[in-house]
């Protein structure tokens, strides 16, 4: 089974706090993301990856940022946590298939509040 | 721009009762859908896909239609169990693109 292991379930950050958001996967998918889910809006797109070192803004990339130094593990890096990026934050993975045909995993979810 | 959109907030079905999600897309370049079920407090797991070549899939309780011209797309879950009591996901992705977009989501209960 594919495991897609998130750092923290629930984390309480204060206003202005450098955040660390950290996913680890172990089926050696190429692609991974990052989404934020928020009552009535669904699962938003961050960031994804689709190799070591490579990374692509999604639909709402501003106050974050990632990085990817190894295969297994993709970061999501709130630069200052405002009030505004408390969501939960959900962390998928999925293998490279040629014509992109292939469904993600995702870990359990991340709980943010910022105070 | 919503590009994948699920109308209904919420639905309620009676046990053993068919529940039927609708989804639909603004972007005839996607290629490829899948329906995810997510618990509270759980990351969304992976039920089942489509791709664009077919107009259906089944397997076992829960069939995806496809109907690429009225870009709708719909879930089927027959019968309905008290444990398909979740909020499902439908989602797109694109031939040549990595990502998936999802829509808000649809809050299905199951009465026992």
């Known amino acids: 089974d594919v495991k897609v292991t998130q750092s923290s379930r629930y984390l309480v950050k204060r206003t202005g706090e450098k955040v660390f958001l950290e996913c680890v996967q172990d089926?050696?998918?190429?692609?991974m993301f990052w989404y934020r889910q928020d009552p009535g809006l669904g699962l938003r797109l961050i960031y994804f990856s689709y190799d070591v070192k490579m990374k692509e803004k999604g639909d709402i990339p501003e106050g974050y940022s990632v990085s990817r130094e190894k295969k297994e593990r993709f970061s999501l890096i709130l630069e200052s946590a405002s009030t505004n990026q408390t969501s939960m934050y959900l962390c998928?993975?999925?293998?490279?298939?040629?014509?992109?045909?292939?469904?993600?995993?995702f870990g359990q979810g991340t709980r943010l509040t910022v105070v | 721009d919503q590009q994948v959109k699920q109308n209904s907030p919420s639905l309620s079905v009676q046990e053993g009762r068919i529940s039927i999600l609708n989804c639909d897309y603004t972007?005839?370049?996607?290629?490829?859908f899948l329906w995810y079920k997510k618990y509270p407090a759980e990351g969304p797991t992976f039920l089942i896909s489509?791709?664009?070549?077919?107009d259906k899939n089944e397997d076992g309780r829960f069939t995806v239609f496809l109907n690429k011209s009225a870009k709708h797309l719909s879930l089927h879950i027959v019968p309905s169990q008290p444990g398909d009591s979740a909020v499902y996901f439908c989602?797109?992705?694109?031939?040549?693109?990595?990502?998936?977009?999802f829509g808000t989501g649809t809050r299905l209960k199951v009465l026992a």
């Open positions: 989602a797109a992705s694109q031939s040549g693109t990595y990502k998936y977009i």
């Open positions: 972007n005839s370049m996607f290629d490829y």
């Open positions: 489509i791709s664009s070549i077919k």
């Open positions: 089926m050696d998918h190429e692609n």
């Open positions: 998928a993975s999925s293998l490279f298939v040629s014509g992109g045909r292939t469904e993600a995993f």
